[in-house]
């Protein structure tokens, strides 16, 4: 599934990002595959949506979720 | 001794830069790094006799050359080669922020690791063995807490010219540099080795936290907990709401108005006296004295009462953004933004526009895409801004006493639907085809550190100060000059001088519009060069010379100015067309020289000068005409 698809509360391990500008970014800041995320509360408007990773917090929207396969833990 | 050079680097929200601005206080300028809108900033502190010259390099979470701001940092340290490098670290957030590091290494550059926010790094649970980070890294590493003079003191006894050269690489980033280089020299896909390298980056950050940090579990932080209220659940947006209406209650009505009426009482009951006193006293010319009381004086003098209103917003701004609030913000309001065309993290910039445009102009730099960038800059001329807000609120008090704040309000909202419309505009044609995107890290939520709240205050209000010692000055004498004289010499009557002349020009376009008189276009042309003279031109050509440009005197001006031309010049209606047009129109040239910095192109001024020009003609026209064909008159 995609990281869209996670729900608030669940953790799921990055499995591979599809190719997109966000890529490298988003590699960058720790999203490679392998990495565990635990998927926090969205904004009120249900995006952007926000994500616990290697000791941070992230948002970023769901169109560009939508770009990263994870599988559930 | 030859001064130290150090050099500051880290990822965003590390406390870098309260860390820089503990060390060099008062003494440091913010400049700009040659050919891009991005801070330069440095400063100079020292330390058992010796000078040290300390310069803050943008934060960044990598240095790829992927935007400015990376280019600036490994540009400088590579070209700069400063003696003693500081890589600032969140203690609380090894992880990423090792990855900067070991970039820094693959690049040879040695860098001092300073764990910073050791203090929150506890509360999450995390005990960092620093001696062992040392021994994998090969790289000296030092503890501290942002704020603490003491651990301050501890940062400058390492920095040393020699602290650098006592150590080497490890052995562990000396085989991963060879790693490196190995996957680099073996495969064509560029793209493909930046992928490869960045998860051996990856790879080699758990090994070594494996190595050196114990975590503990210690439950969700306080920060999601204050989330949930603030950032998720169903009370986020009227929270939000509930602090941005504070921001302008505390600005306009608690502190900023207050000192502004006292600023202006000072300015008329006795600066202004006295200098007319002492002016007469030394014998001084007619002419001259009416020039420094009438014109400077009261020209310079309407732009100081805005200061206290100024500095209070952007204080309450910076307070917010040092908690860590503004980042929710953005959080919240992106699909709002999206939908208008713009972007969560451009809330922030906007809201200055409420204050003054030029901040808000360059606050623009914040945002991620060149599109959103440009379009925030483009469409912060349409806000009401600091020196509109007298404007509306005279002639709506003159022209609308029952209704006169609401009247006010609805001139906010104009301005606000038309950013909007323009905003939406502007992404349908010139920037179609430019991508948006957010990636926004929600850091915890601080104390702010004050001494860089002060800092940043003054930063961004300074300019308005500037503006008001340069060109009003200078324009307030013109304005004079022009509605005094014309080319026979000194004139009695204002409507023979050359400002008359110059304003019927102006005016004749705007028969449409119900107010081409003379005095009305002159207000127009003088309000291109700052706002607040279009209601001190107006209060000169019509008589009343003292008007005072603050919000509240409003009523008591309104009923002096009721009783000249100028209520037998305006009708309710073309007051409010003549309204709508001052909120709209070309901004004001020190906003226009912003727009020219930020943008570094003339075309972008030209645009932003004319379209503006062009909407407020329209829209104001529409104004009367749709009055008038509806009965009001």
């Known amino acids: 599934m995609t990281l869209k698809d996670a729900t608030p509360g669940m953790t799921v391990k990055i499995e ?19 990495t565990t995320v635990k998927v926090l509360p969205s904004a009120p408007l249900g995006d952007p949506m926000a994500i616990s990773i290697r000791s941070y917090n992230l948002s970023l929207r769901l169109a560009d979720a939508e770009k990263i396969q994870v599988s559930a833990l | ?11 965003p929200n590390t406390g870098k830069s309260t860390i820089f601005n503990e060390l060099t206080g008062a003494r440091q300028k913010i400049g700009n790094w040659p050919g891009v809108t991005v ?28 935007s400015p701001e990376e280019k600036i940092v490994i540009d400088y340290l590579l070209e700069e080669k400063p003696d003693v490098v500081v890589d600032v670290v969140d203690a609380s957030n090894l992880s990423r922020n090792l990855f900067l590091t070991i970039q820094f290494l693959e690049y040879g550059i040695p860098v001092i690791i300073d764990l910073n926010m050791m203090d929150e790094a506890k509360k999450r649970g995390f005990k960092i063995n620093t001696k062992i980070l040392e021994q994998q890294f090969g790289m000296p590493v030092v503890e501290t807490v942002g704020r603490s003079s003491k651990s301050i003191k501890n940062l400058l006894g390492v920095f040393t010219d020699t602290v650098m050269s006592n150590y080497h ?10 790693k490196v280089q190995e996957i680099a020299a073996n495969n064509k896909n560029k793209e493909q080795v930046e992928e490869e390298i960045i998860a051996l980056r990856y790879a080699l950050i758990d090994q070594i936290i494996a190595k050196s940090v114990i975590t503990t579990d210690v439950g969700a932080s306080t920060s999601e907990k204050i989330d949930r209220i603030f950032a998720n659940g169903f009370l986020a947006l009227p929270l939000l709401l509930l602090l941005i209406y504070a921001v302008f209650e505390i600005t306009f009505t608690w502190i900023g108005q207050p000192m502004a009426d006292g600023l202006k009482d000072l300015m008329s009951d006795s600066i202004s006296p006295w200098m007319q006193a002492s002016l007469v006293s030394l014998g001084v010319a007619d002419w001259l004295k009416s020039l420094i009381v009438d014109g400077i004086i009261a020209g310079v003098g309407s732009v100081l009462t805005f200061v206290p209103l100024i500095f209070t917003l952007f204080f309450c701004l910076s307070f917010l953004d040092g908690t860590g609030y503004m980042a929710r913000v953005a959080f919240i309001m992106d699909p709002i933004m999206r939908r208008a065309g713009l972007t969560g993290k451009g809330v922030m910039p906007l809201i200055m526009g409420f204050g003054c445009g030029v901040p808000a102009i360059m606050g623009a730099r914040a945002l991620d895409s060149e599109k ?41 909202i104009v301005g606000v639907v038309m950013a909007i419309i323009m905003a939406k505009i502007l992404n349908i044609t010139t920037f179609k085809d430019e991508e948006s995107t957010f990636l926004l890290e929600l850091p915890p939520y601080r104390m702010p550190d004050m001494k860089t709240v002060l800092l940043e205050t003054w930063d961004k209000g300074k300019g308005y100060l500037v503006k008001a010692g340069t060109i009003i000055l200078a324009m307030s004498v013109v304005i ?46 003088t309000g291109i060069l700052a706002k607040e003279s279009v209601i001190s031109t107006i209060g000169i050509l019509y008589g009343v010379a003292d008007i005072s440009s603050e919000a509240e005197e409003a009523v008591n001006t309104a009923s002096q100015l009721m009783g000249t031309s100028m209520g037998a010049s305006f009708t309710a209606l ?42 407020a003609w329209v829209v104001s026209l529409l104004v009367y005409q749709i009055g008038r064909l509806l009965g009001f008159e």
């Not at chain 2, 030859?2 to 880290?10: D, E, I």
């Not at chain 2, 509306?392 to 029952?402: G, K, R």
């Not at chain 2, 906003?591 to 943008?599: F, R, V």
């Open chain 1, 16 to 34: 591979s990002l599809e190719h997109s500008s966000l890529k490298q970014r988003l590699m960058s800041m720790g999203l490679i595959k392998g």
């Open chain 2, 480 to 525: 004079w000059f022009l509605s005094n004289y014309n080319f026979t010499g000194p004139t009695e009557d204002m409507s023979e001088s050359f400002m008359a002349s110059i304003g019927a020009g102006m005016a004749s376009i705007f028969a449409f519009q119900g107010f081409s008189s003379w005095e009305a276009g002159a207000a127009i042309v």
């Open chain 2, 39 to 66: 801070d330069k900033k440095v400063g100079y502190t020292r330390h058992n006799d010796r000078a040290i010259s300390v310069i803050d390099l943008p934060g960044t979470y990598s240095i790829n050359a992927r």
């Open chain 2, 574 to 615: 073309s007051a409010l067309s003549f309204m709508v047009f001052s909120q709209l129109y070309t901004p004001c040239v020190t906003a226009m020289g912003t727009i020219k910095k930020e943008t570094g192109k003339w075309k972008w001024v030209a645009f932003a000068a004319t379209y503006t020009f062009a909407t």
């Open chain 2, 1 to 11: 001794m030859a001064t130290l050079s150090v050099a500051l680097t880290g990822n």
């Open chain 2, 372 to 412: 959103d960038r440009m379009i925030s800059i483009l469409i912060t001329p349409f806000l009401t801004c600091g020196a509109k807000l007298p404007i509306m609120a005279l002639f709506a008090a003159m022209f609308f006493p029952e209704n006169a704040t609401n009247v006010v309000f609805c001139m906010y």
């Open chain 2, 169 to 178: 690489h490890s052995s562990l980033i000396e085989d991963h540099i060879a």
